[in-house]
């Protein structure tokens, strides 16, 4: 049977959670005094529905359901709070509490004396809000109040005024944040200026620490982080924040701030949004390098840590599977990345001609690969890149390259690894792999679109 054919079962449902949330709270109060104390008769008679209502409509007055909070900005601060309905908002490109959709926390602020009121409003029945039920006017939940339409009414009427904007208006304080933000044209004119109060977001800052809280200590990554520990496969994702920072508001008295402030203990993430950092592992000048296949790729992004775990996974013996194999080419794979992203990195960083200064000793075809604009002043230059046997050579390179970081753990490795690895960069047609990159330089510089594999040795 649907709501609206059994409105009297609806009504006796939501009276039922009224009064087990009131005899809970009565009974806790109870447990405090001794059995013979006079407080108990009087709290007895507070805690019937009729007298807790009265007294928790007019005590409603006391608090506001917010989306965004004064007190976050500074505890001392007295002004407007505001309640918007994120599904209401504008939409925008950045992110931002319109994002919340329906599914929103709201906050309350006020007196955390009457913060009661608001866990009643908060009452689920039948999947949904009590306070949801009295703003959308649902007969059952009004009736529910009181059989005295009139009373019922004013409770109503008291209880949703606890999301509606105060009748005082719109007020800042000197202990808030103000911002003038220019409008018009005439910097010097105050009429041009609109002074902005920027709140804290507060039902947005919940969302952020829902996510945080699991993604750092929830089950799953923690499995998850138990398998990348111990190398073992793991169909999950290990989530991680780096340079996260935790900002405590209310101090020792976190329900000063606001309720959900208090259940997260005054915690308030802040996710790391420093600027980049200049990437050392690619020196601003390659001079006195013979080839970058050594401590220059070596140092660069993730390959050493790749190398390693190439080595450590090796080192285990697995079985020759398919499995494996797929292992053994992930790993290649993702140091084929590296070396694509690094010749990436240095094209862009270096200027064009930078291998024809006398200070350049690399090899001729590292010099092809990794100044090729060089090719659009230097004929002989473009000549020889034109030619395009250096892309095997290159392979060959980083064939022996790898090999030789694998004999220092397994010295059988030879002829046979190294065509596997040569033939994995040259065929390697990822989005952003070797092929792709070379074939975009060879459009940019008109050259042929094949790529010799048999041609050249070094």
Not at 150 to 174: D, I, Y
Not at 192 to 204: I, R, V, W
Not at 319 to 334: F, G, I, L, Q, S
Not at 408 to 419: A, I, L
Request: net charge negative; hydrophobic share 40%.
């Amino acid at each position: 049977m649907s709501e609206a054919q059994d409105p009297a079962g609806r009504i006796h449902r939501i009276r039922d959670a009224i009064t087990i949330f009131l005899n809970d709270r009565l009974q806790a109060k109870l447990s405090k005094l001794p059995e013979e104390d006079p407080k108990r008769e009087e709290l007895a008679v507070q805690y019937q529905p009729a007298a807790w209502l009265e007294d928790a409509a007019r005590r409603v007055r006391q608090i506001q359901a917010v989306t965004h909070a004064l007190k976050a900005v500074h505890p001392d601060a007295r002004g407007t709070n505001l309640y918007v309905d994120p599904s209401r908002m504008a939409p925008h490109p950045v992110v931002g509490s319109h994002l919340l959709g329906d599914g929103f926390a709201s906050d309350v602020v006020g007196n955390a004396a009457a913060l009661d009121v608001y866990k009643f409003l908060k009452l689920e029945v039948d999947g949904r809000v009590l306070l949801d039920r009295l703003l959308e006017d649902d007969p059952a939940a009004v009736q529910a109040l009181s059989d005295d339409e009139t009373r019922a009414r004013e409770w109503q009427a008291a209880f949703v005024s606890l999301v509606q904007a105060r009748e005082e208006g719109v007020a800042s304080h000197t202990l808030s944040k103000q911002m003038y933000w220019l409008t018009g044209e005439d910097a010097a004119d105050d009429a041009h200026y609109h002074l902005l109060a920027p709140l804290y977001a507060t039902s947005l800052a919940q969302s952020v620490h829902e996510i945080l809280q699991e993604d750092r200590f929830g089950e799953a990554n923690k499995a998850a982080r138990a398998a990348r520990r111990e190398g073992r496969e793991h169909e999950g994702a290990v989530r991680d924040y780096p340079a996260l920072a935790v900002r405590k508001l209310g101090g020792t008295k976190p329900q000063n701030i606001s309720q959900l402030n208090s259940e997260r203990g005054g915690i308030s993430y802040l996710l790391g949004s420093l600027p980049p950092q200049w990437d050392s592992s690619v020196p601003r000048q390659l001079w006195s390098v013979t080839s970058v296949f050594g401590p220059v790729l070596m140092r660069y992004g993730h390959v050493r840590g790749t190398v390693q775990a190439f080595l450590g996974f090796l080192e285990k013996d697995p079985p020759p599977n398919a499995k494996t194999r797929d292992r053994v080419n992930d790993y290649v794979n993702r140091l084929i990345d590296e070396l694509v992203a690094m010749a990436s990195e240095i094209r862009r960083s270096l200027p064009k001609g930078w291998t024809a200064d006398p200070r350049c000793v690399l090899v001729h075809e590292e010099r092809l690969w990794l100044d090729p604009w060089r090719a659009e002043k230097d004929e002989e230059f473009r000549s020889d890149w034109l030619f395009m046997d250096w892309p095997a050579k290159i392979g060959h390179r980083f064939g022996n390259w790898l090999n030789e970081r694998l004999k220092t753990k397994f010295s059988y490795v030879g002829e046979v690894e190294y065509r596997h690895w040569k033939k994995e960069l040259l065929l390697d047609e990822d989005e952003i792999g070797w092929a792709r990159d070379l074939h975009g330089l060879r459009t940019d510089l008109d050259a042929p679109h094949y790529i010799p594999t048999r041609r050249g040795t070094v």
